[in-house]
């Protein structure tokens, strides 16, 4: 049986809640909705960028990026 795109689309916001509602982490949390926001619309990549109130960047979430790649791109604010 194949699932409609509406169907996965539940299933992937439903792993997502679950996954927030057993790891409060704030990694884990930006991990988790960077991989869903992904999968949800179908891209082969995604990414975040995280800035505190005074505009200095915090975190940088990559997913579906090689290892290799990511460390050639390195951190967007990196010196």
Known sequence: MI???????????????????????????????????????????AALHVFDAQGESTAFITKGIPDETKDRIGHPLAA
């Open 3 to 45: 699932e409609s795109n509406d169907h996965l689309a539940t299933l992937t916001l439903a792993d997502a809640i679950t996954a927030l509602n057993a790891d409060l982490s704030l990694a884990s949390v930006l991990d988790t909705l960077v991989e869903s926001a992904r999968r949800l619309t179908g891209a082969r990549y």
